[in-house]
């Protein structure tokens, strides 16, 4: 049948096909490759970076999406047919309303910026990033301008990460959220009890680490039939097919919880995308539909269950077997309090799970300053601290435990850190739909047994892959669009029981 | 500077890129990918593979490499642009002389004669097989006819991968050493004292083994700072770039030779390509100029080093350290003699350093009968069996261990055996003129010092990669074209000192 729409899937494929070798460049760079490589790997990403670019984005394949798209517009709303095209039109539209210029500025600029930004983190020296940063923000709002936005340039940032959310629900969203949850914070912190965590503080043999991750990832449900778990210094999850998709995970030696958890975390994207829909192989849909829906599967796989008791009454035997001499004499109840404790703390990757959004809820707020100009890079230390101060109730004692943290200001990546965020809630808000609709599953849940909950998740998130916008998506699986409420009541229960309030 | 040279060398560059990205996905596929993302991730490699074809056999890349050629027509002989833009001609002349159509039904025709072929394998079945022969020796012959030659239909096929060699100096060649090795071999075999190889038959654990390949990696100068060792079925080394040249080995849990002279040879293949002039850098230069030159390292660093009495004077107690109850009470002598131990076998791969090229000398006479039409398909059992005989005076019990031992054929990939044999004498004439030039070399290798050998190879083999034809490579190394006397001097003194003859 040689339709408009058969000649578009080919080329589909074939830019699909395309962006996955540019993801396994970029997997064996982190995973395998050795560092000397490096000068040569990166020509060799930039090369296909822009092959692809040239393919997505050429007239050719413009005229061939509108002609495809005529095809299409009688179709069912439902059809995938007419999803994959409009996603496709979407994307197109995204990579040709930035510049040729601003596209080739951007890779300048983020090139040393990335240099100044680890420079000045390792001399804990501001200074050194700071005019590297006004270009980044420079280049962030010329972005904006080019893809459009309603209300402010902040919602076109937004909108690359999370297809139709609004800087302003997200506002109003996040107050809620640190409404909530300061002053549970502060009651945490100043009445609350002391939880020892020293258990998890211990010599753990890596290769043991490796093997106790893989067990207890394969019983949240990962397939390693279809994955592979490699060793990274900032661990990821990518997939090349839903029949390859893989993990990554760092190991401390001296402490259980990043190689642990961190391989939870990976799984939990990784099933997304192994759960999505074969019919949408080597398209655009056979990924997740947004970083906020991806992330709220990371989170509830890493927490939800990971750090459940339920999950620990089941699992805890086989932790226990692969370190006998650190925890045969550590309780279950104690292990599930330690991997709980809540503590304020500077960087926002080894945040717990009640003060996790507070650090995200502040990089949002001086995102947007920073775009609308109501805030100059030179004055980000002090309002990041101010801020710290205000969420938190701490101060950190260099910049490089403050603003200088995180790497995506360096990438010109502004935008992006809300949907961690809304990850946390959108995990709760689907944890709460499948417990209300099916009545069996707190019971499950209590003594570890998760295939009710998986199933769940796949029928109503992961085998639609981007077929659905997050906030259709969250609809049909919660009948509801984002809430906060779902996230609120959960941390004040759970951590209100731990610490005893 | 805008000239033509420049604009076709970024052209190169952008060619190389993606035959790297290609020869990644082919390099994870077998040491990494999980086996279920197999069906994706050969649509990958298509996908690139034809992108790449249409990349260069352009009319506008032939346009570009005539003009370029124009501006470096009068450099000197020796130039590298010269030399570059002649290899990028030729390479582009010889994609576009095979017609689309031999090229489709040559994918089509391996990819079912290679499943056919590893049935009648597994079945020991030859007639399944046969039928997929005949098409994969007519692909063979009309590519020949397509890419044109001056004497027979074999040149053709021989000088893809062996530039400017002849079916008639092979054929001349392989003549000498069947004359000078078959003898030897029956001296050996009627008059000979026997081996006992039995202390290579050990329980050795597998990481212990994949420790101290590394260690004997290492020191025969393979770096691993630009390097990697990957586990795979089927051995082999690639490199991205000279920074990124990767080995592979197998591991037999109760035999040591498959993965510790596996290591050595693939680390061969690699130091070559890490050794390429840095000037090469993502041209068609940075790689081997032959197959048989690549192979005439693999084998030295194998056979010439890793066979060598006084290398293991100075590396055996590595490997007794590494095994201390296997080879703890087992002297270097012994030890060396069981490594070299001569026994006809049927199966090439496994064969020893003196039997290994009538393997081949067997393949090549088969290989050129098939194709001047002098043998069929049909025949090729019983014509093996007779040369098999013939040549190493056993027959195989079964055509498994007989014609169906291989996969070339089943890809339709003729003319490449000879290049393991021409690897095999190219590396004693090589070995030979270092010996020749550097006085203190013989007592230095003695006690297992390579460094002046490895200087040499690197001045005079490797940093060259491509730029030289096999010929020119190995006429300025040793004063003289391919020569097998070296390599029959080499075996007949070895094995007459280690048989006692």
């Known amino acids: 049948m040689s339709t408009h729409y058969n000649t578009l899937l080919e080329k589909v494929h074939e ?32 090369t296909l970076t822009r092959l692809a670019h040239r393919m997505g984005t050429s007239d050719k394949f413009g005229d061939l999406i509108e002609r495809a798209a005529e095809e299409v517009a009688d179709d069912d709303d439902e059809s995938t047919e007419k999803r994959l095209v409009a996603e496709v039109k979407w994307q197109y539209e995204q990579a040709r309303r930035l510049s040729p210029e601003l596209v080739k500025r951007r890779a300048e600029v983020t090139g040393k910026a990335n240099g100044a930004w680890q420079e000045a983190r ?15 923000i420079d280049i962030a709002r010329e972005s904006a301008e080019q893809y459009g936005y309603d209300q402010q340039p902040y919602d076109a940032l937004l909108n690359l990460f999370e297809r139709g959310m609004t800087t302003d629900t997200v506002r109003k969203t996040f107050a809620a959220v640190s409404d909530a949850t300061v002053p549970l914070l502060q009651a945490i912190v100043s009445d609350g009890k002391q939880i020892d965590d020293s258990v998890l503080h211990q010599a753990f043999a890596v290769e043991s680490q490796k093997a106790v991750a893989r067990t207890i990832a394969t019983a949240v449900g990962y397939d390693f039939e279809r994955g592979y778990l490699g060793t990274v210094v900032h661990p990821f999850a990518t997939s090349f097919s839903r029949n390859d998709c893989r993990i990554t995970s760092r190991w401390y030696p001296d402490f259980l919880n990043p190689g642990l958890f961190g391989t939870l975390h990976e799984s939990g994207h990784a099933i997304y995308e192994q759960g999505t829909d074969a019919a949408f192989s080597r398209t655009p849909l056979a990924r997740g539909t947004s970083s906020g829906i991806h992330e709220s ?21 086989a932790l226990q077997a692969a370190f006998p001499a650190q925890l045969g004499s550590v309780t279950c109840d104690q292990f599930y309090l330690a991997i709980n404790k809540v503590q304020p703390s500077f960087i926002r990757v080894e945040a717990d799970e009640l003060t996790y959004n507070l650090h995200i809820i502040l990089r949002f707020e001086l995102e947007i300053a920073l775009l609308n100009g109501d805030l100059q890079a030179h004055d980000v230390p002090t309002a990041w601290n101010d801020k710290m101060q205000q969420l938190l109730g ?3 004692p260099s910049d490089a435990q403050g603003c200088l943290q995180d790497m995506h200001w360096s990438a010109a990546m502004f935008g992006y850190f809300p949907t961690y965020a809304l990850g946390n809630l959108y995990a709760v808000q689907l944890y709460d739909a499948a417990l209300a609709q099916l009545p069996a599953l707190k019971s499950e849940l ?9 199933s769940w998740l796949h029928e109503n998130v992961h085998r ?38």
Chains 1, 2 share one sequence.
């Open 15 to 46: 830019l699909n096909d395309l962006q996955k070798a540019i993801a396994l460049l970029h997997w064996d760079r982190e995973a395998i490759m050795p560092k000397a490589g490096m000068a040569e790997r990166v020509q060799q990403m930039t």
């Open 122 to 136: 390792a001399k804990a020296d501001f200074a050194l990033f700071e005019p590297y940063l006004e270009q980044t």
């Open 297 to 317: 599967q990371s989170r509830l796989f890493e927490n939800l269950i990971g750090r459940s008791y339920g999950f620990w009454q089941a699992n805890y035997s």
């Open 394 to 396: 701490i101060t950190p």
């Open 446 to 454: 209590e003594y570890g047994e998760i295939g009710g909950l998986f």
């Open 464 to 501: 639609h892959g981007k077929k659905y916008t997050p906030d259709e998506l969250v609809t049909r699986a919660t009948g509801q669009s984002l809430t906060h409420e779902p996230f609120v009541a959960y941390v004040t229960k759970k951590f209100s029981q731990i610490y005893g309030l």
